[in-house]
């Protein structure tokens, strides 16, 4: 994960989000992936937020370890007292409800109690003694055989070649995980040319530990290597091969892992991220044609080794497709067995979209086939250390997502578990977390209650329906599973069956749904369920009951690069100093559809370095005056429209404005301040041809710095 860009940082928004760009409206790295409109219903997600313990509360036994039980498995919970003669404890689940509680004798300094709530699920445990306070979780998960599992098309990234220790593979076994995804520095093991030595940091004992966790390591080939390249100046992360004698050398390690592994590698994976941060030097002055030439000197070495070993190429950060059509024009996919994406970013419905733009991509550079995709880093990149239910969520939802894409081969979450400068992505809390060794974050739950659901599972489709619905159908044994979710607002399913179904919560808890007069409704809001048909051919038809509104136009969805198509356009105003004119609409400048320096894609631009792209909007000032980048939206109708989305800023800088005019006449204005986040619901009185302008503003002065800012915003018109 690159954590680190050459060309620019910038600060964008998403409460505490963090976000490295290559450039202007480059490429996110660090994402909330989350669509929250205002509409969307409030949750009272739990709070893992460990309580620092400095009141001499803390968890350093476990009866389990991790406190992670499988189904049937007694529950007990460990803690040590350092004050009091007795403890009040309370255990809630994944949405912040209260499941059991009582009081506890202290006896010698500890704890031990047994909680009533022992159903499969994600709990936390806070305990009181005194003044002091201390948080613990625990998670009941189904019996998973991941020894059965070697052909999952799902697995985690770990860190296990550097700092992350393997004491934490059984857990990760336990969870249903046979895949990780890791790698070996390449300047570690070849420490003198021609010398390899995997001994170094204990390499040879950690795959051994993953082997006899029936753990199928996928091993990332990387970075640099300083013994090999001839500038001292660029660091060894980011040291990338330009010349056939380094592509020779950076083939031999290549091959060394095989050597070394044997069978244990099935597959390798040619650099990490390589038009992201890890490319420096005069790689970086052409990335793709020397990572077209370093591909295929590896992919031969590779072959003439272990002709089964499975090469993945790409080394892509997101899925840049100005990129990509350069590095296919090179012959790179002539030189690889599948090609590798990290799809931060967005939604699932608008990383399914940007998927099938990248399969037709591949389809025209290679006879009209795609390549296998392998998902080698996705995840949530927002602070949830207090909201991490909602991460969970969201696992969920791109699980259910990628792996209803025939030509994704496996999908791996980022990660294994809170690590260094990843302290909020893990299934499980860190080794040295306050509230124990390894104990699980919501997303260990909803990973193996993925596990459970969708292992081997046969993908049906995307089901048709509201725009804002999601519905995953698969099949596995004759069941019927559908993953489904609202993103916005409340929804109902119905199910035309003649027999129950089971809906089955993000972490495994489950409730029995009896029909009515042959139907089942089912309420979706913005927590991802399973329903499940015992037999598939029980269920005669899966439709959603009908909104009170209908989706005119979406900002994002509808993002596209010619004026008015999907009835966006998008324009330049200049107003002036400090943005008090009054607003002309006759006034606006188009901007220019241009690809994104760096190749990431594609963007409007205009004068002062203006910019719109599907989500994301940034102001400028040019000659002492702001220049508001407007998003233009022509109705095709009349009467009362809503207007829901949410803007979102960064924290840095001065903040933007946000202005909404129809036809010219304000009807919303606001400033929005770093750190800010607002939420648009909206109704506005149009005719046909109306012109509703969304324009987002340097804010109060001439200050346009690290004024890149989110936008989401939807049209909805009463349902007809």
């Known amino acids: 994960m690159a954590i680190e860009n050459d060309l620019c940082q910038r600060d964008l928004p998403s409460m505490n989000t963090k976000y490295y760009i290559n450039a202007p409206l480059g490429i996110l790295l660090l994402f909330h992936l989350a669509l929250l409109f205002p509409s969307t219903p409030a949750h009272a997600y739990l709070n893992e937020l460990a309580v620092k313990n400095d009141q001499g509360i803390t968890f350093p036994a476990q009866a389990q370890p991790g406190n992670i039980f499988v189904q049937g498995e007694k529950v007990q919970i460990d803690a040590s007292i350092a004050k009091g003669a007795s403890a009040d404890w309370a255990v809630t689940d994944y949405q912040d409800q209260k499941v059991a509680s009582g009081t506890a004798a202290v006896k010698d300094g500890k704890v031990t109690i047994e909680p009533a709530a022992t159903g499969l699920g994600f709990y936390l445990v806070k305990f009181r003694a005194g003044k002091g306070e201390g948080t613990t979780s625990y998670a009941v998960i189904p019996p998973l055989d991941n020894s059965k599992m070697a052909d999952a098309r799902f697995g985690v990234a770990s860190h296990f070649g550097k700092n992350m220790t393997t004491d934490l593979a059984p857990l990760l076994a336990k969870a249903g995980i046979a895949h990780v995804r890791d790698s070996i520095d390449w300047h570690w093991i070849e420490p003198t040319p021609g010398k390899f030595d995997f001994t170094v940091h204990d390499f040879t004992g950690r795959m051994a530990d993953l082997q006899k966790n029936h753990i199928v390591p996928l091993i990332t080939t990387c970075f640099g290597n300083a013994i090999h390249y001839d500038d001292p100046k660029i660091p060894e992360w980011a040291a990338a091969p330009h010349t056939p004698e380094q ?6 390690n290549n091959v060394a892992h095989l050597k070394q592994f044997g069978t244990q590698i099935q597959a390798l994976e040619i650099w990490n991220e390589y038009n992201g941060s890890f490319c420096k030097g005069v790689a970086a002055t052409d990335r793709p044609k020397y990572y077209a030439e370093m591909l295929q000197d590896a992919y031969r070495g590779i072959k003439a080794e272990r002709p089964d070993v499975q090469v993945l190429g790409g080394a892509l950060n997101e899925m840049p497709l100005p990129y990509c059509e350069k590095l296919f024009s090179h012959g790179a996919l002539d030189y690889m067995d599948g090609i590798v994406i990290h799809p931060y970013g967005g939604t699932p419905k608008s990383v399914e979209k940007n998927i099938r733009d990248f399969v037709d991509l591949m389809k025209k550079y290679n006879k009209g086939v795609a390549k296998p995709i392998w998902v080698t880093e996705f995840g949530d990149w927002d602070d949830h250390t207090v909201k991490r239910a909602e991460a969970a969520a969201m696992l969920t939802k791109m699980y259910a997502m990628l792996l209803d894409q025939p030509e994704v081969a496996r999908a791996y979450w980022y990660l294994a578990r809170d690590y260094e400068e990843f302290p909020t992505e893990g299934l499980v809390h860190s080794d040295s977390d306050p509230m124990g060794k390894y104990t699980p974050s919501a997303n260990y739950a909803a990973y193996a209650t993925m596990a459970n659901q969708l292992f081997n599972a046969t993908p049906k489709g995307h089901e048709v329906t509201d725009p804002r619905t999601d519905i995953y159908h698969f099949e596995r044994n004759g069941q019927g599973i559908w993953v489904c979710w609202s993103e916005t607002e409340t929804t109902s399913l119905v199910f035309q069956t003649t027999a129950p179904l089971r809906e089955i919560d993000m972490v495994g808890g489950e409730q029995k749904l009896a029909p009515d007069n042959g139907q089942v409704t089912v309420k979706l809001d913005g927590q991802p369920v399973y329903l499940i048909a015992d037999q598939a051919s029980t269920v005669a038809s899966v439709r959603e009951r009908a909104r009170s509104d209908q989706v005119m136009a979406d900002a994002a969805t509808g993002f596209a ?51 719109i792209d599907s989500d994301k909007v940034k102001p400028a000032v040019e000659n002492g005056n702001q220049q508001w980048a407007v998003r233009r939206w022509t109705s095709t109708t009349g009467g009362d429209l809503r207007l829901m989305g949410e803007v979102t800023r960064g924290d840095k800088g001065d903040g933007v404005g946000l202005k909404i005019f129809v036809d010219g006449r304000p009807v919303y204005s606001k400033m929005i301040p770093p750190k800010g986040e607002e939420k648009i619901d909206q109704t506005i009185t149009v005719k046909p041809g109306s012109l509703v302008d969304f324009a987002i503003t340097p804010g109060p002065g001439t200050d346009a710095s690290f004024d890149a800012t989110r936008f989401q915003a939807m049209v909805l018109a009463p349902a007809k």
């Open 247 to 252: 592509y020779r050398a950076f083939t031999q």
């Open 561 to 611: 690069g010619e004026q008015g198509q999907n009835g966006w356009s998008y324009f330049s105003y200049t107003s002036n100093k400090n943005g008090t004119a009054p607003y002309d609409p006759a006034q606006v400048e188009p901007m220019n559809y241009t690809v994104t320096p760096g190749d990431w894609g594609h963007q409007w631009t205009g004068s002062g370095q203006l910019e």
